[in-house]
């Protein structure tokens, strides 16, 4: 990849997308136009910039581009004639902009944007889609390839996302506090879901996708430079840290999965796991605990343990206690069994366990499975775990953990 290519794909890069977006909005474009405009400018960079070499000032170069796009897009229709005037600009006053005296598209809007991506009036679905290419930048196909869905289908869901928000009236701004409060659960669970979806593949036959989490963990970073005494963003941050810390540890030279037990703990981001704890803490001591301070408290216990037996499980079993109470989440509660069975035994924890595998929005998942499986074989019962974890394969959509549940199988019914 060439120095101008990798510049384009870079954090500081997609750091200038949200701005950009915002300054052409500003310019009275309407966000679904302002943001197609941007995604063209980035296509066009994508060409150059390889060839020509990267602009001095990369930010104002994509924004003249986004504009002079906007302009074409009016010359050629002229019922937007109206358009064409808020958004056409001279050449001289172009020229301005990649010499930096036109700093219109260096403001940070990238808080209002999220929070305008996260509006109730979009699914969520539709929600992450358009903040990983509004925000994010992330062109169309990229998204689709994510998701393991085609582009057309994911270029319909954010076409149809950015027509309700027009539709809507949303407007670029971060709403007042009381609207704020309730819409930020938005833009954390959102972050949340594309951090997971990157952590664990839903499909497909790589484990984890790397950049979806790196994304994530990137726009968390801005949300908490942007709102640093938000302790449920502190939290969510340092959650995704401590996880992603083990990244390297989670599967071997061939992509097969590894699980906690086996990892080799030398290989986890220590740096990663410091700032987590570090970020986690300082959040506690806001004193106005939430979910997603209690998971990363839960993730920096395992962090600092030097194996599956010396964690506290008795510390960890007790926040998944206080996690229970904020959320009705099967997920937790499927978790909080494996706590039970370390700290009781695999014969309570399959007592917990039978409490929410009933549960409906489980119906499709594995992980009751392959859990029913891993505390079956800690009871010695190696047939019934074989017979579960292979049942616990066949829901599975990840081929790695598919592969991963049928050789565990097999070498339980060979014990």
């Known amino acids: 990849m060439s120095d101008a290519r990798s510049a384009l794909a870079c954090a500081e890069v997609r750091d200038l997308v949200p701005r950009v977006v915002a300054a052409v909005v500003r310019r009275g474009v309407d966000f679904a136009a302002a943001e197609d405009a941007v995604q063209e400018a980035l296509v066009a960079a994508l060409a150059t910039w390889p060839q020509g070499g990267t602009p001095a000032n990369p930010g104002g170069w994509l924004y003249r581009v986004a504009c002079r796009h906007l302009a074409d897009q009016c010359e050629r229709d002229a019922a937007r004639t109206r358009r064409e005037r808020v958004v056409a600009r001279p050449e001289t006053e172009d020229s301005t902009m ?39 930048g992330l062109t169309t196909a990229e998204i689709a390839a994510a998701f393991f869905v085609p582009e057309a289908t994911m270029a319909q869901r954010v076409v149809r996302a950015k027509q309700a928000i027009v539709a809507d009236g949303v407007r670029l701004a971060v709403p007042a506090s009381a609207e704020r409060e309730a819409r930020l659960g938005a833009v954390l669970h959102v972050l949340y879901l594309i951090f997971n979806e990157g952590h664990v593949a839903r499909t497909g036959a790589h484990l984890a996708r790397p950049e979806l989490t790196a994304e994530a963990i ?10 640093p005494d938000d302790g449920e963003v502190e939290g969510l941050l340092a959650l995704m840290l401590l996880t992603e810390a ?21 290989l986890w981001d220590r740096a990663a796991i410091d700032e987590g704890t570090a970020l ?6 806001r004193g ?11 993730a920096a216990l395992h962090g600092a343990a030097a194996s599956v037996a010396a964690t506290d499980w008795l510390q960890i079993l007790a926040l998944y206690d206080v996690l229970l ?38 119906a499709r998942s594995h992980r009751p499975l392959a859990i029913r499986g891993h505390l079956q074989a800690l009871a010695g019962d190696h047939v019934a775990a074989a017979a579960s974890l292979r049942a616990a394969a066949g829901l599975a959509d990840n081929l790695a953990e598919r592969v991963y549940l049928l050789a565990k199988a097999a070498r339980l019914a060979g014990a």
Do not use: K
Request: charged letters at 25%; hydrophobic letters at 50%; proline letters at 6%.
């Open 98 to 136: 990649d010499r930096g005296r036109d700093e219109a598209w260096a403001h940070d809007d990238t808080l209002p944007l999220l929070f305008a991506c996260c509006h109730p009036v979009l699914s969520r679905p539709a929600a992450v889609a358009l903040t990983l290419r509004a925000v994010g």
């Open 280 to 285: 986690v803490t300082a959040a506690f001591r």
């Open 246 to 266: 083990r990244r390297r540890a989670r599967s071997g030279p061939a992509g097969e999965l590894i699980p906690l037990d086996e990892q080799d703990r030398r």
């Open 325 to 362: 109470r904020f959320a009705d989440n099967p997920a937790v509660a499927l978790n909080r069994a494996v706590a039970v069975a370390m700290v009781h035994g695999p014969t309570a924890g399959l007592a917990c366990l039978d409490e929410v595998a009933g549960d409906a929005r489980l």
């Open 288 to 298: 106005r605990v939430g979910a997603y301070q209690l998971q990363a408290a839960i």
């Open 218 to 227: 990137r726009l968390a970073r801005l949300l908490h430079r942007l709102l």
